[in-house]
């Protein structure tokens, strides 16, 4: 069946460093566009990356640009997200999210873009 799990979440420090994994298993992210969200408690959940399918272009929100990297390994079937130089503003439950149909996306930080869904991993930033 189709699943997407992240994992990599945690406490950290603020200036410090994470990586999230996101793996796909009963579907190939090769043939999706991907997204990160989040969500920090009391607050609506808000677009953190995406990338595309074609040519591999990133979209970052400016909240994070600079600071956050994603990427593709295709080999492992998994898309990342690398966070450097974490705030406390950073912390909230991550997701990520993939969706079959790249040619209609619009607005990669746009969560009704997408199809499918992790269950999110814990983010902590706090000294």
């Known amino acids: 069946q189709v699943q997407l799990v992240e994992s990599g979440g945690g406490l950290v420090q603020p200036g410090g460093s994470l990586r999230l994994s996101c793996a796909a298993s009963?579907?190939?992210?090769?043939?999706?566009?991907v997204g990160w969200f989040r969500q920090a408690p009391g607050k609506g959940r808000e677009g953190v990356s995406g990338?595309?399918?074609?040519?591999?272009?990133?979209r970052y929100a400016d909240s994070v640009k600079g600071r956050f990297t994603i990427s593709r390994d295709n080999a492992r079937n998994t898309v990342y997200l690398q966070m450097n130089s974490l705030k406390p503003e950073d912390t909230g439950i991550y997701y990520c999210?993939?969706?079959?149909?790249?040619?209609?996306?619009?607005?990669?930080?746009?969560?009704?873009?997408?199809?499918?869904w992790g269950q999110g991993t814990q983010v902590t930033v706090s000294s």
């Open positions: 999210a993939a969706t079959a149909y790249s040619d209609y996306v619009i607005d990669h930080l746009a969560d009704y873009e997408y199809d499918y």
């Open positions: 009963g579907f190939s992210l090769d043939d999706y566009t």
């Open positions: 990338i595309t399918v074609s040519d591999g272009t990133t």
